[in-house]
């Protein structure tokens, strides 16, 4: 019972360099996001899919690509990494589109990717 | 424009004293207001959903209520294993996620 997994937990890359953010959850949930988390900014959002095959963009997509092959995984992508997305990336899911489901179980949430941009 | 403010920003309690965080709203149309608990270096854990006002959740020694424009999570008799984040969060009608205060941080000293 893993709930939402992250990989890495931590990164370092290089101005310029791409990565993808593994989150894969085994809860069966429809709907997954990515968040990312600042000092004095809280969390916004990325981007979210509310289904296979299904995505959209959050407050703060911009430099970063997302795609919704399976129920169970949503990868982040970031084309060409800069400085200004130095931030903790989480991932989270929930149980359903319906609001009395998602309600109940609340977002679960992934232990976060710490990644440094220099 | 959905907007979540929580205060303050942080606070500092002794063992024992009670308190209670602000979260105050402006939505078109609410959903679900949700609180979080967050510890260093870890995701957010759920607490609690509450759905319309005059609605109350309690889980040991945290007690959330909810009005039209604001929750509060009042803490009562607080140890040292409390301190932590706590970030509210709103899910706005007709959208699909959820908007985020900054959060509060507290800290609870023996």
């Known amino acids: 019972n893993a709930g939402v997994t992250q990989t890495p937990k931590f990164q370092v890359l290089k101005t310029g360099q791409s990565m993808t953010l593994q989150c894969a959850q085994d809860?069966?949930?429809?709907?997954m996001s990515w968040y990312r988390q600042d000092p004095g900014m809280g969390l916004r959002l990325i981007h979210y899919?509310?289904?296979?095959?299904?995505?959209d963009q959050g407050e703060v997509p911009n430099g970063y690509n997302v795609s919704r092959s399976t129920t169970e995984d949503f990868p982040l992508r970031l084309l060409s990494a800069a400085p200004s997305q130095t931030s903790v990336y989480f991932c989270?899911?929930?149980?359903?589109?319906?609001?009395?489901?998602?309600?109940?179980?609340?977002?679960?949430f992934g232990s976060g990717t710490r990644l440094t941009v220099v | 424009e959905d907007q979540v403010t929580q205060s303050p920003e942080a606070l500092r309690l002794q063992e024992g004293e009670s308190s209670s965080l602000n979260c105050s709203y402006t939505?078109?149309?609410?959903?679900?207001l949700f609180w979080y608990r967050q510890d260093p270096g870890k995701g957010p854990e759920f607490l609690f959903t509450?759905?319309?006002a005059g609605e109350e959740k309690e889980k040991e020694r945290l007690k959330a209520t909810l009005t039209k424009k604001e929750s509060f999570l009042h803490i009562t008799a607080p140890k040292p294993e409390d301190s932590a984040t706590y970030l509210c969060?709103?899910?706005?009608?007709?959208?699909?996620?959820?908007?985020f205060g900054k959060g509060t941080m507290l800290l609870v000293s023996p």
């Open positions: 509450l759905y319309s």
């Open positions: 899919s509310v289904g296979a095959g299904i995505t």
């Open positions: 989270a899911s929930s149980g359903g589109r319906g609001l009395r489901r998602t309600g109940v179980y609340g977002y679960t």
């Open positions: 969060a709103v899910h706005p009608s007709g959208y699909s996620t959820l908007t």
């Open positions: 809860m069966n949930h429809e709907y």
């Open positions: 939505v078109s149309g609410l959903r679900g």
